[in-house]
């Protein structure tokens, strides 16, 4: 049987670079790369005619940059996976693309297994960081939450932070779960009282910190 490949678009406004992500990604079997965009306007369009399973995004691109652009995608069409992959590892970019909806954000001294990893990874539906960016994440986490309450999660509860830091819906956590959509909300309303947390940003920062994602 014929192995379901990946859908990947390339969205970079340097040439040249895209030009060697296709030819790292288009070795790996269940890989393909379906087009290569070079700006943010374009990026959306693309997405929004062809579907790709994940969009390998640069942030510094005319018109709209990464953020903006990932953003508009993970409203539009939440089951497209987005993966950053800059030239900058700065806090503040990072939180504006966690914020946006990213599922994975690396730096481009990346290793090429570690992108290919994350590619398939956000596929799956799995958030993925790098070494480097999870350890920004974590140094925030932990000065955010070091005047927290220190009350503990219920096994349910951590469940369902889970879910939240890998995008999931609450319907699609409820399905899941087999909980109704306001049981889950409920626990999510408990939860962000009990760690003094009121966004999705910092619940995957409070995530990572506890290895609930990768």
Avoid: C, W
């Avoid at 040249?16 to 790369?33: A, N, V």
């Avoid at 069409?77 to 030239?87: A, H, K, N, Q």
């Avoid at 700065?90 to 001294?109: C, F, N, P, R, T």
């Amino acid at each position: 049987m014929p192995i379901k490949k990946i859908r990947i678009l390339l969205a970079d406004d340097h040439t040249i670079f895209r030009q060697g992500l296709r030819s790292l990604l288009e070795t790996e079997k269940d890989m393909e790369i379906i087009g290569e965009t070079a700006t943010g306007v374009e990026t959306v369009r693309f997405v929004q005619n062809q579907r790709p399973d994940v969009v390998v995004m640069d942030i510094g691109m005319p018109e709209l940059n990464g953020i903006q652009a990932s953003s508009m995608i993970k409203s539009q069409m939440p089951e497209v996976g987005v993966l950053i992959l800059s030239m900058s590892g700065d806090d503040e970019y990072i939180d504006q693309a966690i914020s946006a909806g990213v599922s994975a954000y690396l730096v481009k001294d990346t290793v090429a297994s570690e992108l290919i990893a994350a590619i398939r990874e956000v596929k799956k539906g799995n958030a993925f960081f790098s070494p480097s960016v999870s350890k920004i994440l974590l140094e925030k986490q932990k000065n955010a939450l070091f005047n927290a309450p220190r009350k503990t999660l219920t096994l349910r509860e951590k469940q369902i932070i889970q879910f939240i830091a890998d995008g999931k819906t609450s319907r699609e956590i409820g399905e899941y779960l087999h909980i109704s959509t306001r049981t889950v909300d409920k626990h999510r309303q408990q939860m962000m009282e009990k760690l003094g947390i009121h966004d999705v940003a910092s619940l995957t920062r409070f995530a990572l910190t506890k290895g609930l994602v990768k």
